[in-house]
């Protein structure tokens, strides 16, 4: 399977440890997007990458949340000092910029729970 | 700047009955409009998009939906109704001037009776 890939699936950890997930976008996608999704929301975008750029960064994430995607490749999301409100799902999406409808590919998500 | 309103956050019809799901949206530019569908514990997957191409727009398992763009919606529908539609469906809008970041609605859950 070829697909967005995330993990861990499932995070637990306890308040103030620092956590950190993983995206593996299509291959030849250019673009990496993370969103959040809290239980019965819509996800919320939270920044996005075109190669290892990032090019623009949500007023939702504090200062505590860093994201990097060092060789426009893989992406990681870093959460320090978690919080309770920090739980939820961290969805990754990626896509191919070629001037078109730049449709997204969504992963399964990494569920967070923060104690 | 852009929006979305998803009317209803549950809808429960009958196996074979019609699926509509309702998709108001707001936007500054020409909008890209796209259902997406999600199971349990899963990411978002594609039923279809708008483009600024043809306004109704026919995706995966039967779906479809239409840009109205004098009442500003993308309502989903489908003529009838399988057990395996029941998960939460997502209405999203993006434009060509935003990087192509999407803004979701909240969600509908859809609910089939047997």
């Known amino acids: 399977d070829t697909g967005v890939s995330q993990n861990p699936r499932h995070k637990i950890t306890k308040r103030g440890q620092n956590v950190t997930f993983r995206c593996d976008p299509i291959s030849e996608h250019n673009r990496l997007y993370w969103y959040r999704q809290t239980l019965g929301q819509g996800p919320e975008f939270l920044t996005y990458f075109q190669n290892e750029a990032q090019l623009e960064k949500s007023r939702l994430l504090s200062d505590r949340f860093s994201a990097e995607r060092p060789k426009g490749s893989f992406s990681t999301l870093e959460i320090q000092r978690t919080e309770q409100g920090d739980s939820a799902m961290y969805l990754c999406a990626s896509s191919l910029v070629q001037g078109g409808d730049n449709e997204q590919f969504f992963g399964p998500g990494t569920r967070l729970t923060v104690l | ?114």
């Open chain 2, 1 to 114: 700047a852009q929006s979305v309103t998803q009317l209803g956050s549950h809808v429960s019809v009958s196996e074979g009955a019609l699926v509509l799901l309702r998709c108001n949206y707001s936007s500054s530019v020409p909008p890209y409009l796209f259902w997406y569908v999600q199971y349990p514990n899963q990411g978002l997957q594609l039923l279809l998009k708008y483009t600024s191409a043809a306004t109704l727009v026919k995706g995966i398992n039967g779906f479809e939906a239409e840009f109205k763009k004098s009442e500003t919606s993308f309502h989903l529908t489908k003529p009838s109704a399988h057990m395996s539609d029941a998960a939460e469906y997502f209405c999203a809008v993006s434009a060509p001037t935003n990087a192509g970041k999407s803004t979701f609605g909240d969600g509908t859950t859809l609910t089939v009776k047997p």
